[in-house]
């Protein structure tokens, strides 16, 4: 193999965070800012790129540093090395509530495509690069682009999604269509299109927008229930104007509820 090999576990259910164990100069990958804490001996270093091994000195480093800029990430990634005596753990957090998804890409034909912000952490030797989606179609309307992140190589992968997550595989031929939005990440083989809903009336007013994600088999596809962009839509037509009160959301009364507590502003 040429990734590190390391062993994991995962802790939480709605907020989880993964726990990696190193052994003496094994190295994980991160996302800037994914790291939750770390035992003594763990030496963390700031990188170009995705920490693969890259060709062409310099210039290979900042082209890595440049496909991840593609993808809206920073530049930089950190690396995670055990440079003590003895197995050393450090574990990574959710950034919003979720699952973590680990990711063996040597059972996936040594490639995986996920939406841009799906990826977490990976053992070193993975390779975190661009996916461009060739037809116009399915790049307007998608839900993600014409650039989603593509992983490549033969180690463990950590993808990080909202909600509950739905591991479906499928079979030669068969076909799934999903919200554009709830479609987290595919195996290679997988042909991935988008796909009118048929109906103008559906479209406009059944809520599920005008185009569903298709996905055809054989292979293996990640589906979550809860899109961050879903939350945080909630989140904002929920909350309360500047300056406003909320004392009375939730009641029959609502704003009503202020004449009877005393406040007469």
């Given at each position: 193999?040429?990734?590190?090999?390391?062993?994991?576990?995962?802790?939480?259910?709605?907020?989880?965070?993964?726990?990696?164990?190193?052994?003496?100069?094994?190295?994980?990958?991160?996302?800037?800012?994914?790291?939750?804490?770390?035992?003594?001996?763990?030496?963390?270093?700031?990188?170009f790129g995705d920490g693969a091994e890259q060709s062409g000195?310099?210039?290979?480093?900042?082209?890595?540093?440049?496909?991840?800029?593609?993808?809206?990430?920073?530049?930089?990634?950190?690396?995670?090395?055990?440079?003590?005596?003895?197995?050393?753990?450090?574990?990574?957090?959710?950034?919003?509530?979720?699952?973590i998804i680990p990711v063996d890409l040597n059972e996936q034909?040594?490639?995986?495509?996920?939406?841009?912000?799906?990826?977490?952490?990976?053992?070193?030797?993975?390779?975190?690069?661009?996916?461009?989606?060739?037809?116009?179609?399915?790049?307007?309307?998608?839900?993600?682009?014409?650039?989603?992140?593509?992983?490549?190589?033969?180690?463990?992968?950590?993808?990080?999604?909202?909600?509950?997550?739905?591991?479906?595989?499928?079979?030669?031929?068969?076909?799934?269509?999903?919200?554009?939005?709830?479609?987290?990440?595919?195996?290679?083989?997988?042909?991935?299109?988008?796909?009118?809903?048929?109906?103008?009336?559906?479209?406009?007013?059944?809520?599920?927008?005008?185009?569903?994600?298709?996905?055809?088999?054989?292979?293996?596809?990640?589906?979550?229930?809860?899109?961050?962009?879903?939350?945080?839509?909630?989140?904002?037509?929920?909350?309360?104007?500047?300056?406003?009160?909320?004392?009375?959301?939730?009641?029959?009364?609502?704003?009503?509820?202020?004449?009877?507590d005393g406040d007469n502003r």
């Amino acid at each position: 193999m040429n990734a590190h090999e390391i062993d994991y576990e995962l802790y939480g259910d709605d907020m989880q965070c993964v726990e990696i164990e190193l052994d003496p100069n094994e190295s994980v990958i991160a996302e800037a800012g994914g790291m939750m804490m770390m035992e003594d001996g763990i030496d963390m270093e700031t990188i170009f790129g995705d920490g693969a091994e890259q060709s062409g000195g310099f210039f290979g480093k900042l082209v890595g540093a440049g496909k991840r800029v593609l993808t809206g990430e920073s530049l930089f990634m950190t690396v995670f090395t055990n440079k003590g005596v003895g197995k050393r753990k450090v574990s990574f957090a959710a950034p919003y509530p979720g699952k973590i998804i680990p990711v063996d890409l040597n059972e996936q034909g040594g490639k995986v495509i996920c939406q841009k912000d799906a990826f977490l952490c990976a053992a070193k030797g993975v390779s975190i690069g661009i996916d461009f989606q060739k037809k116009l179609g399915t790049g307007f309307f998608g839900g993600e682009g014409f650039i989603m992140q593509k992983l490549e190589g033969d180690g463990l992968a950590f993808l990080h999604a909202g909600g509950t997550i739905i591991k479906r595989e499928l079979a030669p031929g068969e076909r799934l269509r999903i919200d554009t939005g709830c479609l987290v990440a595919l195996s290679k083989d997988v042909h991935y299109d988008i796909e009118y809903v048929g109906k103008v009336k559906t479209a406009f007013f059944g809520g599920e927008g005008l185009f569903f994600a298709t996905v055809r088999g054989p292979g293996t596809v990640w589906i979550q229930t809860l899109p961050f962009s879903r939350l945080a839509d909630r989140i904002i037509a929920s909350a309360p104007s500047v300056g406003g009160d909320s004392r009375g959301e939730g009641s029959v009364l609502g704003g009503l509820g202020r004449l009877f507590d005393g406040d007469n502003r």
